[in-house]
């Protein structure tokens, strides 16, 4: 992200950033929230690696996500919010998210907005992802 060490990440960002329309959604799942040791993670640790798209990156833990602040504006997300359950927007002391969402509830304001993938699409990460593990051995 924007932390120097962790170029991999950004790279890896805007390399599929870079594959796409300007308005299409950046989507990614298992980063791992230590890449920003001693802070915690913001929509400015993404925004520039995805070049102003909307962009969701889901925790390895899968109970938390960063968004995009694209992405926080076409959700409509610009403050804290109240959940039944333990859900949250995270916020800086002034109020303002800070992208970094926590829980299920938290998490479906923003991917309630991602279009959904079409079986074309679908069929066509199914068929690189098992072309990626088979080139590793994984059958």
């Known amino acids: 992200m924007r932390s120097p060490t962790d170029p991999q990440r950004r790279r890896a960002l805007a390399d599929r950033a870079a594959t796409l329309e300007p308005d299409a959604w950046v989507l990614g799942w298992g980063l791992d929230p230590n890449v920003a040791p001693g802070r915690g993670l913001t929509s400015a640790d ?29 959700a409509g997300v610009d403050g804290p919010r109240v959940f039944d359950q333990k859900s949250a927007v995270v916020c800086d002391a002034d109020g303002r998210p800070t992208g970094f969402l926590l829980e299920a509830a938290a998490i479906a304001l923003v991917d309630g907005h991602v279009p959904t993938a079409t079986d074309d699409e679908v069929a066509d990460h199914v068929h690189d992802a098992l072309a990626a593990m088979a080139r590793v051995g994984i059958t």
């Open 46 to 74: 993404i925004d520039d690696a995805v070049g102003g798209r909307p962009a969701l990156i889901r925790l390895f833990d899968a109970h938390s996500a960063l968004a995009s602040t694209t992405a926080l504006r076409i």
